[in-house]
């Protein structure tokens, strides 16, 4: 089955770290694009970070500096890792995949919810 | 960094009736501009990509338009599931941008 499967989200403090990780299946990883985007309960869609299969990284404003995004090819796994958290920061977090025709989010994960707070 | 804006943030409507929803671009994004729609608890689904292509499986009362800043997505009649929240994404440039959603709401 394609699908992406998500884990690592959770509770942590402010200024605390949280990695997430992404899991595919049913698909060749290594030829995809990967982007995180996140949601805060009730709002929009907010995009994050990108990877691309040559492992070039693209990160939003909000996060540069703080969130690194990476991937191996090897374990099908694409990762987020994020440091210095905020209270803003809390959202559910999609991992996402790049159809190669389209460019545009053809496969979501079901997300992973951060939580900062004290 | 380039802004889209959507409007309007809610649109009630009946069944059977026509939806236009817009989103506008704070620069030129040539036609790099993709329609998503997200009903709750689910993960957005892509409609239409580079403003006027529709995706594998999207009916036909879906359509896009627009080129440059200004863009639009028209629902020709609306059935009962089309009731969601619809987001515009550009491609054109980094970072890659959101609008805020349009609301369509069941009058």
């Known amino acids: 089955e394609v699908q992406l499967v998500q884990s690592g989200g959770g509770l942590v403090q402010p200024g605390g770290s949280l990695r997430l990780s992404c899991a595919a299946s049913g698909f060749t990883f290594s030829t995809y694009d990967m982007h995180w985007v996140r949601q805060a309960t009730g709002k929009g869609l907010e995009w994050v970070s990108a990877?691309?299969?040559?492992?070039?990284?693209y990160y939003a404003t909000s996060v540069k500096g703080r969130f690194t995004i990476s991937r191996e090819n090897a374990k099908i796994s694409l990762y987020l890792q994020m440091n210095s958290l905020r209270a803003g920061d809390t959202a559910k977090y999609y991992c996402?995949?790049?159809?190669?025709?389209?460019?545009?989010?053809?496969?979501w994960g079901r997300g992973a919810l951060v939580t900062v707070s004290s | 960094e380039i802004v889209v804006t959507q409007s309007p943030a809610t649109l009630s409507l009946s069944p059977g009736e026509r939806a236009t929803l817009s989103c506008r671009a704070s620069?030129?994004?040539?036609?790099?501009l993709g329609w998503y729609q997200q009903k709750p608890g689910q993960a957005p689904r892509l409609l239409i990509y580079d403003a006027f292509n529709r995706a594998t499986g999207v009916p036909a009362r879906f359509s896009g338009s627009g080129s440059g800043t200004d863009f639009t997505l028209t629902i020709s009649s609306l059935e009962p599931e089309d009731f969601a929240v619809y987001y515009c994404?550009?491609?054109?440039?980094?970072?890659?941008?959101f609008g805020q959603g349009t609301k369509l709401e069941i009058k």
């Open positions: 994404q550009q491609r054109a440039n980094w970072p890659i941008a």
């Open positions: 620069q030129s994004i040539s036609s790099y």
């Open positions: 990877i691309d299969t040559a492992g070039d990284t």
């Open positions: 996402v995949r790049v159809s190669t025709w389209s460019k545009y989010f053809d496969l």
